[in-house]
T-cell receptor
Framework: NAGVMQNPRHLVRRRGQEARLRCSPM?????VYWYRQLPEEGLKFMVY????????ESGMPKERFSAEFPKEGPSILRIQQVVRGDSAAYFC?????????????FGQGTRLTVV | DQQVKQNSPSLSVQEGRISILNCDYT??????FLWYKKYPAEGPTFLIS?????DKNEDGRFTVFLNKSAKHLSLHIVPSQPGDSAVYFC????????????FGTGTRLQVTL
């Protein structure tokens, strides 16, 4: 049973370009979470999605960032017109359901570098 | 506003000894707590968790203690092994209203020979 798969592992973008980060959850998982880790900081929640629905996007910047989790295919985190401050590690996690005994499983992350 | 705090950025412990990692939180609505371990260039891996209705949870060499009145939890690793060297993140959850985890800034544990 493959774990949470994120690609690409590393992504370099010039300022002003678009970045697309993909996350395929574990088989049978219908909940996806995106977190961002800036250098020397902890992970910060960005957005929580279920299939075709955004449940909580309270941690996502209002501009330039968007996320989706379509009925078919991976979840996508999209950053338009990237700036240097977007350079970070972006982690996706998935879980089969929300609840006390459910621990989200994390992918290996995508390291975005904006030059 | 850092709701989950890990005030020790790093900790060095000798192999075989006990490692104690601490975590404090400010939000009294948190009722579930988790510890994650993270190696460089990898995602966090779940280690152990505890519900607020308990004050201790044990799994092998790992034990988590929760002191609700002090809003403090700790992770004990006994005995510490070189493979335990990693960054440890404390995370908290309000299971009633949200599924998002609030993470601390992490403690880098170095287990020396």
């Amino acid at each position: 049973n493959a774990g949470v798969m994120q690609n690409p592992r590393h992504l370099v973008r010039r300022r002003g370009q678009e970045a697309r980060l993909r996350c395929s959850p574990m088989k049978g998982h219908s909940h996806v979470y995106w977190y961002r880790q800036l250098p020397e900081e902890g992970l910060k929640f960005m957005v929580y999605l279920q299939k075709e629905n955004i449940i909580d996007e309270s941690g996502m910047p209002k501009e330039r960032f968007s996320a989706e989790f379509p009925k078919e295919g991976p979840s996508i985190l999209r950053i338009q017109q990237v700036v240097r401050g977007d350079s970070a590690a972006y982690f996706c996690a998935s879980s089969p359901s929300t609840g006390l005994n459910t621990e989200a499983f994390f992918g290996q992350g995508t390291r975005l570098t904006v030059v | 506003d850092q709701q989950v705090k890990q005030n020790s950025p790093s900790l060095s412990v000798q192999e075989g000894r006990i490692s104690i990692l601490n975590c404090d939180y400010t939000n009294s609505m948190f009722d579930y707590f988790l510890w994650y371990k993270k190696y460089p260039a990898e995602g966090p891996t779940f280690l152990i968790s505890i519900s607020s209705i308990k004050d201790k949870n044990e799994d092998g060499r790992f034990t988590v203690f929760l002191n609700k009145s002090a809003k403090h939890l700790s992770l004990h690793i006994v005995p510490s092994q070189p493979g335990d060297s990693a960054v440890y993140f404390c995370a908290a959850l309000n299971t009633g209203t949200a599924s998002k985890l609030t993470f601390g800034t992490g403690t880098r544990l170095q287990v020396t020979l």
